[in-house]
């Protein structure tokens, strides 16, 4: 009697517990499925990004004040190659030609940021504002609606004022919500009877961590283990600020969103059955994610890094926690300030859990999370380092996000890869197979019930890639950086994800394969055009270094002996041909 008993009452609890948990993430379920055909709902919007400084180039032109990554990147050692942004894509200069190849991709949003420092120079708004700067966003939201493209405008992506670097250490300081909300309210009053999706901060993560604790990203400090808390303390708060000053000031007159784009890799448990790599990735997923999303949708930071972070402080023999904390005012303040949520995803892990040593000296945001991280040798790399492709992690995440935040309105706001190729490859035929498998995973998460709304390519074109400088190609247009011209060329993947846009999705297999194969072959031609134009001003860039003379002799060559010779020997060949014709008559 007894055992079937205590089996009976498990099975009782068990009931309870599952019912109680119903919205909570099945971290056990296996959802390696196959290719899901099918298409998206109807309106739901397709497009690209990019952001300011990896893009716009003319860093000192019209009036512009300096940001801290114009700074960062004139340092020598910070960057790949020590290239800089200063020009990048020249997107200043090419509204025009830019959203004329978004209407080639038949677009319906396009994602960029505003550079602070281009309309408030020094970051204060009561110091100055830069109508040319203005005027430059003007243009270009202009020239977007005109071509039925809708703007996504980000706030912040990473190029803070360096004046207010200098005079207030940045996000370390509180006098930036201020300033930040200043200008903000500055861009709901000039941009605002047009831009109706705004988003505050794009990956703040990369700008408390990378910024703030390792320094491989502007301003470049290294302030291990407390730098990264208190700039994304700062940043949440100056997120919701923002946020309360559009919905009390703008949002009745102007009817636009706000939210915020967070960025993160899915954390998967190496053994799914192992409940010690499943809190691992939890904590992982929440390190990264819930760091910024758990404030933003349930007003506190996640228990687990309070009580991880708070602990271990506890064991350095510090009084307070390492991770600030937010007031019941502030709580309240910060909770439901998203409209909807931007993710930026591109790639997973294997977690597993693993004690730190909590010394005082070792103190940093990565020991505080007591996890390794894996990856799985036969994941695909084609690109950056740290890009493995793994697609079926990317449902897994948005599935979390439904979970996890009440089901929140989604856009994804950055997805793609990159290449990392010495010579010109426009056949990105691993790109393609990316972009089909990641779309197709988001595809199956709408059918679970996840409320996305819009996809982004991440990104139109190949642009500066922070401290990678140029050695990443993300784009979907090649950028051909050594022309000072910076022209553009569609990669295979354009060809591809056009077909996806028009045809809201993937109708069958076989169309989904021809679309492949066309956009394979329509690409080769073009690739051997475009190697050889980038030969020839290899050639006469290293001619202009050895000897400078030689270069107008080189154009001269190129451009007026190599035309007048090919006139002249068609002209020969005619005459000759005419005087052939002539004989047998
Ligand atoms: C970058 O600058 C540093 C410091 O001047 C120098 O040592 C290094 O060789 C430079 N790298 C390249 C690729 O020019
Ligand atoms: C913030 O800026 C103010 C004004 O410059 C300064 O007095 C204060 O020390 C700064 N705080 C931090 C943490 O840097």
Known sequence: MRPSCAVSVCHVLMLVLCLSAAEDFDWTKDEHGSFYY?????????????????????????????????????????????????????????????????????????????????????????DHINERGIQYYDQLINQLLENKITPIVTLYHWDLPQ??????????????????????????????????????FSNPWSVAVEGYETGEHAPGLRLRGTGAYRA???????????????????????????????????????????????????????????????????????????????????????????????????KSYIKGTCDFLGIGHFTTRYITHKNNPSGRSSSSFFTDRDVAELVDPRWPDPGSEWLYSVPWGFRRLLNFVKTQYGNPTIYVTENGVSEKMLC??????????????????????????????????????????????????????????????????PKASVQFYKQVISSNGFPNQREVENWRRKAVETCSSSNQLLAAEEQRSTAANILRLIHDPLTSHMEMVTEIVVPTVCTLSILLCAIFLMFLLRRRN
């Open 424 to 489: 010109t490859e426009l056949c990105d035929d691993w790109r393609i197979q990316y972009f089909k498998d990641y779309i197709n995973e988001m595809l199956k998460a709408i059918k679970d019930g996840v409320n996305v709304k819009g996809y982004t390519a991440w990104s139109l074109l190949d642009k500066f890639e922070w401290d990678e400088g140029y050695s990443e190609r993300f784009g979907l247009y090649y950028v051909d950086f050594r022309n000072k011209n910076k022209p553009r060329y």
């Open 232 to 330: 994304a303390h700062h940043i949440i708060k100056a997120h919701a600020k923002v946020w309360h000053t559009y919905d009390t000031q703008w949002r009745g007159k102007q009817r636009g969103l706000v939210g915020i784009s967070l960025s993160g890799d899915w954390g998967e448990p190496v053994d799914i059955s192992n409940q010690r790599d499943i809190e691992a990735s939890e904590r992982y997923v929440q390190f990264s994610l819930g760091w910024f999303a758990t404030p933003i949708f349930h007003g506190d930071y996640p228990q687990v890094m309070k009580d991880f972070v708070g602990r271990k402080s506890a064991q350095q023999g510090l009084g307070t926690s390492r991770l600030p904390s937010f007031s019941p005012q502030e």
């Open 163 to 200: 004046f207010l670097q200098e005079k207030y250490g940045g996000w370390q300081n509180i006098s930036m919500v201020n300033h930040f909300n200043e200008f903000a309210n500055l861009c709901f009053e000039r941009f605002g009877n047009r831009v109706k999706h705004w988003i505050t």
């Open 38 to 126: 099918g298409t998206f709902p109807a309106g739901f919007s397709w497009g690209a990004g990019g952001s300011a400084y990896q893009t716009e180039g003319a860093w000192d032109k019209d009036g512009k004040g300096l940001s801290i990554w114009d700074v960062f990147s004139h340092k020598k050692g910070k960057i790949q190659q020590n290239e800089t942004g200063d020009s990048s894509c020249e997107g200043y200069y090419k509204v025009k030609d830019d959203v004329s190849l978004m209407k080639e991709l038949m677009l319906n949003h396009y994602i960029f940021s505003i550079s602070w420092p281009r309309i408030i120079p020094t970051g204060i708004k009561s």
